[in-house]
DNA sequence: TCTATGCTCAAACGATCGTTTGATACGCGT
DNA sequence: ACGCGTATCAAACGATCGTTTGAGCATAGA
């Protein structure tokens, strides 16, 4: 028994979480995750085999919990259900992820790098594992555009994946009103998103 | 006089540019940069002091261009501009300079990579350097939303930023359709951005 | 012609990287 | 009490990093 409650995967993926995301990939080294954790440098390897796989686990641990949310909230709207309750149950799964205590927020933020970075391996890697999510997505948001063809839709859909990544990667660092609690502000973002990306899709 | 048409410092700067794009700030080495060049090692620190100046000098060699671009779109602007005119003026230039032949399409990727990547130093950089010209354009916009609350403004010119580097940068990725010009292409893909965001902007 | 200056070059510097090794300690079933 | 996987440890591996060095070459001014 290690004496942290948490194992030495776990604290090294928590490190890791917040290092990736603080200093990229290549700029957080293994020594600097290990130190974090408060565990042996070997460790990484022999728990994760390399880093590369390191950097697959800490997406695993997130994603598997927030698309399973995702995928959840988009199967319990009806069909009447709005564009905006759509967007809605892709946006909120994360915004309450990066609210969480232990690293949610670094977690988004580095959702916003696996964008911008073009790493052949880790996009391969996610887009195996959850590139069905975004399709299902992309299905649920074009019945509510009838109007709009397939062309024109792919167009803004790409735009609005890529404005709320880097929306709710920028949401922790916002400075929230002082007069109003946490669960208001989520609301206040996520509506302001919501509201933001189904206006540019909706859009004659 | 050097072999090539352009000077050790230009090669230096091209190739840089197109590595940074790809493989980011620290995936990139000066080995890679200066192999890719064809110039010697040290010639890096001769012509720059250090890989940090270097990277001063890719943002600079670009941005001191497009930047005045920006400004002057947004000066040539009547009062009777609308909020489209205005992120028209914003976007063209550097929509343009996505499409230039020597490294433009890469550079653009590079302004993604900044708003991503936290690093103080770069982000000081930038600040000091280019800020006067968002506040410039925050204050345009405002002009155009006169019922706009400050703090709304605040938050949706956030998401605008950074929908739009977003979009730019992965602009060149986006295949085209084949029976359309480049001039088309570009055309297209500005009134796709100025319209989502000026949806977003006024949406109630 | 001699000198000074700007530039390029191969080579090496110390530091740090991801990874591997071999020894050591722990816990559990027999 | 013993043996056997599991886990942790300090130490070292070769590779690569940014940077520095000092010699060598060219061109321009005196």
Redesign the pocket.
């Known amino acids: 028994?290690?004496p942290s409650p948490f194992?030495?995967k776990e604290r090294i993926l928590d490190a890791a979480e917040e290092l990736f995301a603080r200093r990229g990939f290549d700029g957080a080294?293994?020594?600097?995750v290990t130190s974090s954790a408060g565990?042996?440098?070997?460790?990484?390897?022999?728990?994760f085999g390399?880093?590369?796989k390191l950097i697959e686990e800490v997406f695993r641990r997130r994603l598997d919990i927030l698309n399973g949310q995702r995928l959840d909230a988009l199967a319990q709207l009806s069909a009447q259900a709005t564009l905006e309750d759509v967007l809605m149950a892709f946006i909120q799964p994360a915004l309450e992820l990066s609210r969480e205590s232990r690293g949610g927020g670094a977690f988004v933020r580095i959702l916003a790098r696996a964008y911008v970075e073009h790493d052949e391996q880790l996009r391969s890697f996610l887009s195996d594992n959850y590139g069905d999510v975004l399709k299902r997505f992309a299905a649920a948001l074009a019945e509510r555009l009838p109007t709009l063809d397939k062309q024109e839709l792919y167009w803004r859909l790409d735009i609005v994946t890529g404005a709320l990544t880097y929306a709710m990667a920028n949401f922790g660092i916002i400075r929230r009103q002082a007069d109003i609690n946490e669960e208001q502000h989520m609301q206040q973002v996520m509506q302001h998103l919501v509201h933001f990306a189904a206006a540019g899709l909706r859009s004659a």
Chains 1, 2 share one sequence.
């Not at 565990?39 to 728990?47: Q, R, T």
Request: proline share 5%; no cysteine; hydrophobic share 30%.
């Open positions: 028994m290690p194992s030495t080294s293994l020594r600097q565990v042996n440098l070997a460790s990484v390897n022999y728990h390399s880093k590369e």
